[in-house]
T-cell receptor
Framework: SQQGEEDPQALSIQEGENATMNCSYK?????LQWYRQNSGRGLVHLIL?????REKHSGRLRVTLDTSKKSSSLLITASRAADTASYFC????????????FGSGTKLNVKP | KAGVTQTPRYLIKTRGQQVTLSCSPI?????VSWYQQTPGQGLQFLFE???????NKGNFPGRFSGRQFSNSRSEMNVSTLELGDSALYLC?????????????FGPGTRLTVL
């Protein structure tokens, strides 16, 4: 199956530090999306990166994609307590682009 | 622009009953997808609708079904509820059914089966 895996499963840092989360997947994709979820609520869309892109920025977020390694990373710079949440990557499949597979997520705790 | 809305937000049912959940996508969005989230299995894709047609389906039993109306609103139905159906059900909408469309999620419906 395509289901991605996030790494680490949990991450605890101090406010102001950077947080890096990784996502690996198994088959060719069209795009990869990152989401944030607070305490079992709805998912908030953070960023989408296409398979022909290598890096993308949005505010304090930086996403990289390495299709040769089938992996992506999400960097949150200068983290804040409000960034405390679970982060998920979602991938589609090359020939099935509206069916998304989610990893198990990284639980980020930012201590004030 | 209003976001994706889901009703009801919370639901308690007993085994054997059936349930219908509703999702209203962002205005102008024509694709609606449904996901089930449980602590054990994580987020799993149920199905996707576009222009009232089911285009993709996940690996769930036939007890799980859905439909989409001409105004893009969607419903999903679970019949003969089992304890394991207790989960957060999330709906997501996107502009169309093409590649590279961002999916935007609603707040979810938390279903508890007793």
């Amino acid at each position: 199956s395509q289901q991605g895996e996030e790494d680490p499963q949990a991450l605890s840092i101090q406010e102001g530090e950077n947080a890096t989360m990784n996502c690996s997947y198994k088959t060719s994709i069209n795009n990869l999306q990152w989401y944030r979820q607070n305490s079992g609520r709805g998912l908030v869309h953070l960023i989408l990166i296409r398979s022909n892109e290598r890096e993308k920025h949005s505010g304090r977020l930086r996403v990289t994609l390495d299709t040769s390694k089938k992996s992506s990373s999400l960097l949150i710079t200068a983290s804040r307590a409000a960034d405390t949440a679970s982060y998920f990557c979602a991938t589609d499949e090359r020939h099935n682009f509206n069916k998304f597979y989610f990893g198990s997520g990284t639980k980020l705790n930012v201590k004030p | 622009k209003a976001g994706v809305t889901q009703t009801p937000r919370y639901l308690i049912k007993t085994r054997g009953q059936q349930v219908t959940l509703s999702c209203s996508p962002i205005s102008g969005h024509r694709s609606v997808s449904w996901y089930q989230q449980t602590p054990g299995q994580g987020l799993q894709f149920l199905f996707e609708y576009f222009s009232e047609t089911q285009r993709n389906k996940g690996n769930f039993p036939g007890r799980f079904s859905g439909r989409q109306f001409s105004n893009s609103r969607s419903e999903m139905n679970v019949s003969t509820l089992e304890l394991g159906d207790s989960a957060l059900y999330l709906c997501a909408s996107s502009l169309s059914s093409g590649v590279g469309n961002e999916q935007f999620f609603g707040p979810g419906t938390r279903l508890t089966v007793l």
